[in-house]
């Protein structure tokens, strides 16, 4: 049920944005209109045709921004089609405002300064070269400044370049103080200072989560980088295709209307000659009205399009061209009647052709002429044979200022398009694939990291994601949520093994411990006393930040359980030793050492039997070093300083402290000021004195913890083990000596 309000939800919050952004793109587009007109109506030199496309992106982002821009031109070019190649200026600049918005740009001075150049670097540098590869450069119709730098001495691009940049600087500075009053006025006025267009297919992440999604490192390249790759190769490699596809098509659909034009004039031009005075006109030439009057009609046709740069007529000879015509149109290189020209190099395959009379195809020529496309019309007189051959050529120099104007439209438009779309795919992968996938890729980890201990709350996260993209991310979002819930359930079970297990066994060696101490009448609460002052020595260190490294929960747990080991090798000791009243004898004193050596290898035989036990390694540290010293006088092994380990040291002064307050078969109770003076003339010889000052510190709760063992063993008598104890012997002798 919760599920299903979520999604609902987010559904809801989707629609929403989606309907906001729709709104945010019409307001942006008649913001465009608006300025856009107005400028023509007062016929400034400026155009501020893009104050909505900033809007859009500074309130939207690129989707809301780049949309605006495309339907701002697209609107605009029903008018003037120019306006579809201008559309990737006004994509780029959303794309400046978007990402500059992310970042406050439009919230300091200096980065304000920063946008109107990018802004101008868009409209005025890439705009200007644009233009020129579009139209070139026009006197006539150039701005004020254009013409002034042009007269200047600049050359024609240069005029139009500066001019062009000028004119940008003052049209973004204008641009961007509309877009802050605007922006201003829709927050004052409506409280709106972002729309949320957004496409989740989960619950909505908030901020920092979105940061810490686009953080997350992959082993080499991230999702959304690999969709940017691959829709890169894919659109470039469309693109290279589409508009090498366009440019062969484009330049064949040119020369087809050239060879068209070509054939035309040559058709016309033969329709002029009479057949059978081909000769007469060679001869005769000038001194007959007939040929002038031919000659004349023929430079009427060289002269009705730019593009034509000869119409003649010649007769094909072994030798070369014998000239019949050659409208004259001003060209130096004029041929004469009867003049025979040797044919050119790019005519040599059609010679054999051309003296017989037969079709010669176009030829695409470059030579001292020119570049030229070249038209023979065989000229057939009545009995069908050819007695010369109509030709005109054609410029093919303006293709290639065609052929420029046409791959600037190609490019102008790709990359407007290109970034849309790749816009697009972006964002769709981000809300359907990198959201969603590093959502649940962090809550997985997050539930990993809280395993022992908060794992339920990591499953919960999982749950809460409520991911619906409807494929497969959303079955291996279930898959996971599932097995998230069954991980909780099993780590439960385990936890709840887990303590049963400890128990136990903390259960066990209490037994074994007291088992051993209870052969002794007067030691049966030497355990639990000794571990509960080894604990209050390992909180004291813990709150002084000493041995941080070391005295971490697990290890203050394992020193606490198994303090009651520290003595399990009394268990070889006999009973007579242990109830002795009365001092060892040295022969006596000796065989009780022996417990530390006992105890090591008792739990020795343990640890064998488990391995990579560190339960059992420090019961083994305190049952074989807690009655060494700190001076190296101790035994088994009279080890000294930090040889000893950190829990035989903290055991040491636990384990004295104890047996100098409590009662044994050899002495009475000493009171806790004796056995604190005790513990401090020991610091530095027996103890760590490191270990016996935080003992010290501690003795609020050290005496609380003495007078509570003293009433449990003493309900009888008076209020503190200081009432009662008598004096007796030396705090060196605590182990009958």
């Known amino acids: 049920m919760d599920s299903a309000k979520s999604t609902k939800s987010v559904q809801s919050k989707r629609n929403s944005g989606l309907l906001k952004a729709l709104l945010l793109v019409l307001a942006g587009l008649a913001i465009n209109l608006f300025f856009s007109n107005l400028t023509k109506i007062l016929e400034l030199p400026l155009y501020i045709d893009n104050v909505g496309v900033i809007i859009s992106s500074v309130m939207g982002g690129y989707i809301p921004g780049i949309t605006t821009g495309y339907l701002t031109n697209a609107i605009n070019g029903i008018s003037d089609s120019s306006s579809y190649y201008y559309g990737t200026l006004s994509v780029i600049n959303a794309v400046i405002a978007a990402y500059g918005a992310h970042r406050g740009w439009f919230k300091k001075f200096h980065t304000i300064i920063l946008t109107i150049i990018l802004f101008t670097i868009s409209g005025g540098v890439l705009g200007s070269i644009l233009t020129w590869m579009l139209y070139g450069f026009d006197y006539e119709s150039a701005k004020i400044f254009a013409k002034n730098f042009y007269d200047g001495g600049m050359s024609p691009f240069m005029a139009?370049?500066?001019s062009d940049v000028l004119y940008d600087v003052i049209d973004k500075t204008v641009t961007v103080i509309l877009v802050l009053i605007l922006l201003k006025l829709s927050d004052i006025l409506f409280g709106l200072k972002k729309v949320d267009f957004s496409f989740w297919h989960q619950n909505v992440l908030n901020e920092e989560q979105i940061k810490a999604v686009k953080k997350s490192k992959a082993r080499k390249n991230s999702l959304r980088q690999k969709v940017l790759i691959l829709v890169s190769i894919v659109m470039l490699v469309v693109?290279?295709?589409?508009?090498g596809i366009s440019f062969l098509l484009f330049r064949g659909k040119l020369i087809d209307d050239n060879m068209d034009m070509g054939t035309g004039i040559t058709n016309i031009t033969a329709e002029l000659?009479?057949?059978?005075?081909?000769?007469?006109?060679?001869?005769?030439?000038?001194?007959?009205d007939e040929y002038k009057m031919i000659l004349s009609s023929m430079e009427r046709i060289a002269r009705s399009h730019g593009d034509?740069?000869?119409?003649?007529?010649?007769?094909?000879?072994?030798s070369g061209y014998e000239a019949v015509f050659d409208a004259d149109i001003g060209d130096?290189?004029?041929?004469?009647?009867?003049?025979?020209?040797?044919?050119?190099?790019?005519?040599?395959?059609?010679?054999?052709?051309?003296?017989?009379?037969?079709?010669?195809p176009p030829i695409i020529m470059d030579d001292e002429y020119g570049w030229l496309l070249s038209i023979f019309r065989p000229v057939k007189n009545e009995m069908g044979d050819t007695v010369c051959y109509s030709c005109v050529d054609i410029r093919m120099s303006h293709l290639l200022d065609?052929?420029?104007?046409?791959?600037?439209?190609?490019?102008?438009?790709?990359?407007?398009?290109?970034?849309?779309?790749?816009?697009?795919?972006?964002?769709?992968?981000?809300?359907?694939?990198v959201y969603p996938i590093n959502a649940i890729s962090l809550t997985s980890r997050n539930l990993a990291d809280k395993l022992g201990g908060g794992e339920e709350e990591g499953a919960e996260k999982i749950r809460n994601l409520d991911i619906s993209t409807g494929d497969e991310i959303e079955t291996?979002?279930?898959?996971?949520?599932?097995?998230?819930?069954?991980?909780?359930?099993?780590?439960?079970?385990?936890?709840?093994q887990k303590d049963t297990i400890n128990n136990m066994q903390n259960a066990l060696i209490q037994v074994l411990a007291n088992m051993v101490e209870n052969r002794d009448k007067f030691t049966g609460n030497h355990v639990k006393n000794t571990a509960a002052y080894a604990k209050i020595i390992l909180e004291e260190l813990k709150k002084q930040d000493k041995y941080k490294d070391i005295i971490t929960d697990d290890y203050e747990y394992t020193i606490i359980n198994s303090a009651p080991l520290h003595d399990v090798g009394k268990i070889n000791v006999p009973d007579s030793l242990l109830n002795k009243n009365g001092r060892l004898t040295d022969e006596e004193f000796k065989q009780m050492q022996n417990h530390t050596l006992a105890g090591q290898n008792i739990i020795d035989e343990a640890a064998n039997m488990v391995k990579d036990s560190a339960y059992l390694q420090e019961a083994k540290n305190l049952a074989a070093y807690h009655h060494e010293k700190w001076n190296?006088?101790?035994?088994?092994?009279?080890?000294?300083?930090?040889?000893?380990p950190l829990s035989a040291r903290i055991m040491a002064v636990a384990d004295v402290f104890d047996a100098l307050v409590s009662r044994r078969s050899y002495k009475p109770g000493f009171p806790i000021e004796k056995a604190l003076d005790i513990i401090r003339e020991g610091s530095g010889t027996h103890f760590d004195p490191e270990i016996a000052e935080t003992f010290l510190k501690a003795e609020k709760d050290v005496r609380r913890v003495a007078q509570e063992n003293y009433e449990r063993d003493n309900p009888d008598e008076a209020n503190s083990a200081g009432d009662t104890a008598k004096t007796e012997g030396s705090g060196e002798n605590t182990e009958k000596k």
């Open 239 to 243: 693109a290279l295709v589409t508009a």
């Open 332 to 360: 130096e290189n004029h041929w004469k009647p009867g003049q025979i020209i040797p044919f050119q190099e790019h005519f040599e395959p059609y010679i054999h052709d051309a003296l017989r009379g037969e079709e010669i």
């Open 632 to 644: 190296g006088t101790g035994y088994p092994y009279g080890l000294k300083g930090e040889d000893i």
């Open 476 to 496: 291996l979002y279930l898959a996971i949520t599932k097995m998230s819930s069954e991980i909780v359930q099993k780590v439960a079970d385990i936890e709840e």
């Open 308 to 318: 034509i740069k000869y119409v003649y007529v010649v007769r094909m000879t072994p």
């Open 273 to 288: 000659l009479d057949t059978g005075k081909i000769g007469y006109y060679i001869n005769r030439n000038y001194k007959d």
């Open 402 to 433: 065609d052929e420029k104007n046409f791959l600037a439209k190609v490019i102008s438009l790709f990359i407007g398009f290109f970034i849309m779309v790749l816009a697009i795919f972006l964002w769709l992968t981000d809300y359907c694939l």
């Open 160 to 162: 139009q370049f500066c």
